[in-house]
C-alpha cells in the first residue's frame, strides 16, 4: 500500500466582498469623449455632490481610492476639449467614471503555493510564519495571484490568519532599460526578426528603454502608416518590452492586501499557477521566485516574478528555445554550479533543463514518462522540488480516466538530479467526495509544499474551486521512494550516538 495524505479539513474558499479598483476601459474613443463631455457640462454643486455620493459609497471599502481616481483622470484628460482649469473634484469625478470594482476571486481561488515568511519575527511560542500564494478568478476568468498568511506548530496544527476585506493592486513601473543582445535574441525565437524589426533595433543603443523604443517607432508609423505588417512586428515588440516591469506595493499594505493583477499584454487574459520558491544563491542569499503562465487568450508565456520583500516584485520574460508551455518549476538552489528546472514541454512529459543563465533556457532531457494507470493521461510537476538528505522531493500530478487529477511524488538524486530514485506507483492525495465538485470536477492539484518537522505539508486546490491542506509523514513518504525503512530523526540521532 502507498502512504496516503490526511487532509486537515482546512477550506479557503473564494470571497466576493474582497474587491480592488482597477480601470473602467470602455475601448471606443468616440464614448469616452461623450462620457468626459457629460461630466463637463456638470457645475460645480453638481459635482460636488456626485463625488461625495462616490466616496460614501465606495471610499470605505478600499485604501487611497482618491489617488486612484487622480490617477485615472491623468491617463484619459487628453479627451478633455479645453485647457481650462479643474477642480480636483471634479477631476476626481471624472476619474470615477473611469474606474471600476473588480472581485478578484469571485469565482474561484485555487492553485496554491505555500513558502516559510522571510519574517520570523514575533511569531507566538512554538509556531512557524508562513505564506500561501494563490490563483485568484474572478469576472472574465481573469486570474492574478493572492497571498494569505497563517501559522503552523511543530505538529504541523495549521492557523489561517483571516484576511483584510481590503486588497489592492501595485504600481506599475516599466523595467526602464534593456540589454540589446538579449533582447535581439528573444526576437528571434519568436520569429519576429525581419528588415522592420532590424530597422527599430538598428536605431536602439547596447543598453535602452522601453521610452527609447516607444518614441521611435511612434516616429516610424508616418512611414509605414498604411503597412499592415509594421503594425504587426511593431505591436508584437512594444508588448515583448512590456512584460518586463516591475512593481511594488505601499509599505503599509499587509500580505494579504497585496494583489497581484495582469498588467502587461501578455497577461491580459490571467496571471495563472505561480510556484514559489525560496532559493539560496551561492553567497547564501535568499530571493524569492515564482515561474508563473501568462495568458493572453491565444498563447501562454513562462514569465519569472522575483522579490526580497514582497513588496517589490521584478517581472521578466524566461527565454530560450524550450521556454514553452507550462509547469516550470525551479529548484531552490544551484547544482553543479547551474541553475535547474523541472519543466513539461510536450503536455505530457516531464523534464529536466539546466542553464547559466537563470533567464535562458535552451536545453531539456527527458525526466520521467507516464508509467502508472493513474498518470496514462499526462504528467506534471506540482512545484518546486524540496530538498532532503535522500534527494529532491518533487510532488507530481497525474492525469487518468475521466481526466482525474491525483497527487503522486518522485526522488532525485542531490547530486545528479537526473537520475531518478523513486516515484509513486499510487497517488497519495485523489479527490474524494467533497473535493469532486467545482469548476473542473475531480481535479486536486497543488502549485507547492514544504516540510515541516516530520510531515511534508500540501496545500492544494479542489476541482479548480477552493483550496485545502493534507499532510504526509515525510519519513515514510521517502521510506517508499527508496526502499528502506522509515527513519524518524529521534531514531537517526540514536543510532549516531
Given amino acids: 500500500m502507498s502512504v496516503k495524505a490526511t487532509r486537515t479539513g482546512i477550506v479557503l474558499r473564494p470571497d466576493p466582498t474582497r474587491v480592488l479598483f482597477r480601470s473602467f476601459d470602455l475601448g471606443s474613443s468616440n464614448r469616452t469623449l461623450k462620457i468626459v463631455a457629460r461630466v463637463s457640462s456638470l457645475t460645480e ?33 487628453g479627451n478633455l476639449l479645453t485647457d ?8 476626481l469625478l471624472l476619474g470615477a467614471y473611469f474606474t471600476m470594482e473588480y472581485s478578484l476571486e469571485s469565482a474561484a481561488l485555487f492553485n496554491p503555493s505555500m ?36 501559522y503552523i506548530d511543530e505538529k504541523s496544527k495549521i492557523v489561517l490568519r483571516k484576511p483584510s476585506r481590503y486588497v489592492t493592486s501595485p504600481e506599475i513601473e516599466p523595467n526602464q532599460h534593456f540589454n540589446k543582445a538579449q533582447f535581439e535574441r528573444k526576437l528571434y525565437e519568436l520569429r519576429l526578426v525581419n528588415s522592420i524589426s532590424e530597422r527599430i533595433m538598428g536605431a536602439m543603443g547596447d543598453e535602452f528603454t522601453l521610452d527609447d523604443l516607444e518614441d521611435f517607432t511612434k516616429r516610424l508609423t508616418t512611414q509605414y502608416r498604411y503597412n499592415a505588417e509594421y503594425e504587426t512586428i511593431s505591436s508584437a515588440i512594444l508588448a515583448l518590452a512590456r512584460s518586463n516591469y516591475k512593481l511594488h506595493f505601499d509599505d503599509d499594505q499587509q500580505l494579504d492586501e497585496r494583489c497581484i493583477f495582469p498588467s502587461s499584454p501578455n497577461e491580459t487574459n490571467g496571471i495563472e499557477d505561480a510556484r514559489f520558491v525560496s532559493f539560496v544563491d551561492d553567497n ?13 487568450g491565444r498563447v501562454t508565456f513562462p514569465q519569472l ?24 518549476a525551479l529548484f531552490p538552489r544551484k547544482i553543479n554550479g547551474k541553475y535547474v528546472m523541472i519543466s513539461r514541454q510536450d503536455g505530457e512529459n516531464i523534464y529536466i533543463m539546466f542553464s547559466d543563465d537563470l533567464y535562458f533556457w535552451q536545453t531539456k532531457e527527458l525526466l520521467l514518462k507516464p508509467t502508472y494507470p493513474w498518470e496514462y493521461v499526462q504528467l506534471g510537476n506540482c512545484g518546486s522540488p524540496i530538498e532532503t538528505e535522500e534527494g529532491w522531493l518533487v510532488l507530481s500530478h497525474g492525469v487518468g480516466p475521466m481526466r482525474k487529477y491525483a497527487i503522486g511524488a518522485f526522488l532525485l538524486d542531490l547530486n545528479d538530479p537526473c537520475k531518478v530514485l523513486g516515484r509513486t506507483t499510487e497517488p497519495i492525495l485523489s479527490p474524494d467526495e467533497n473535493e469532486r465538485e467545482g469548476y473542473v470536477p475531480n481535479v486536486v492539484y497543488s502549485c507547492g509544499g514544504l516540510i515541516n518537522g516530520d510531515d511534508l505539508i500540501i496545500p492544494y486546490a479542489m476541482s479548480d474551486y477552493a483550496s485545502s491542506f493534507a499532510t504526509v509523514n515525510v519519513h515514510e513518504l521517502l521510506a517508499e521512494l527508496t526502499g528502506k525503512e522509515p527513519v524518524s530523526p529521534a531514531t537517526s540521532e540514536e543510532k549516531q550516538g
Fill in 45 to 77: 454643486d453638481e459635482v460636488t455632490l456626485k463625488l461625495e455620493e462616490v466616496i460614501r459609497e465606495f471610499g470605505n471599502r478600499h485604501h487611497r481610492l482618491e489617488r486612484f481616481l487622480l490617477k485615472r483622470f491623468e491617463q484619459i484628460k
Fill in 84 to 91: 481650462e482649469p479643474l477642480t480636483t473634484e471634479r477631476k
Fill in 115 to 150: 513558502i516559510w515568511h522571510p519574517d520570523q519575527t514575533n511569531v507566538p511560542p512554538g509556531y512557524k510564519r508562513f505564506i500561501i500564494s494563490l490563483r485568484a478568478t474572478g469576472e472574465g476568468h481573469v486570474s492574478s495571484i493572492s497571498f494569505r498568511m497563517g
Fill in 284 to 296: 547564501g542569499e535568499v530571493t524569492y521566485y515564482a515561474t508563473y503562465t501568462a495568458y493572453n
Fill in 305 to 328: 516574478l522575483e522579490t526580497k520583500d514582497f513588496l517589490s516584485f521584478t517581472v521578466s520574460t524566461l527565454n530560450g528555445a524550450e521556454v514553452s508551455n507550462k509547469g516550470m
